[in-house]
């Protein structure tokens, strides 16, 4: 790995590469996305989020686009979304959630919906 992070995400991709991003390093929170090949046992770096966050969601939707959702950017909760594409190795902002969402679960349901629940320290 490139960059070592912590409250990050890791997710597999249809094409069996993991997806890890976000996070924190250095007290600084993260945008950037790296990808692990288990096949050539390899990291490479791949697009980076819009925006940086942590303890976010990042759910593998049926089209094969993965969601990242809410989370903590900037010391502030999140409502915002962004879809990673494997295939053009991008991120493109998408409709944003109506409350903010960290520390949440996700789950992905049929024609493309994803559900997020919310908890928080407070």
Same mark, same amino acid.
Request: hydrophobic residues 35%; without cysteine; proline residues 2%.
């Given at each position: ?32 996305? +790296?990808? #692990?090949?288990? *096949?050539? !046992? =390899? &990291?490479?770096? %791949?697009? /980076? $989020? @819009? ?30 979304? +962004?879809? #990673?594409?494997? *295939?053009? !190795? =991008? &991120?493109?902002? %998408?409709? /944003? $959630? @109506? ?24």
């Amino acid at each position: 790995m490139d960059k070592a992070r912590y409250y990050h995400t890791a997710s597999v991709l249809t094409n069996g590469n993991v997806l890890v991003t976000g996070g924190i390093r250095n007290n600084a929170i993260l945008n950037s996305s +790296e990808l #692990y090949d288990p *096949l050539k !046992e =390899t &990291w490479s770096t %791949t697009g /980076s $989020m @819009n925006n940086p966050r942590f303890d976010h969601t990042v759910s593998l939707l049926t089209n094969g686009k993965a969601l990242a959702a809410g989370g903590v950017g900037n010391i502030q909760e999140l409502n915002s979304a +962004e879809l #990673y594409d494997s *295939l053009t !190795e =991008t &991120w493109t902002t %998408t409709g /944003s $959630m @109506n409350n903010t969402r960290y520390y949440h679960t996700a789950s992905v349901l049929k024609k493309w919906k994803s559900i997020g629940y919310w908890w928080s320290w407070r």
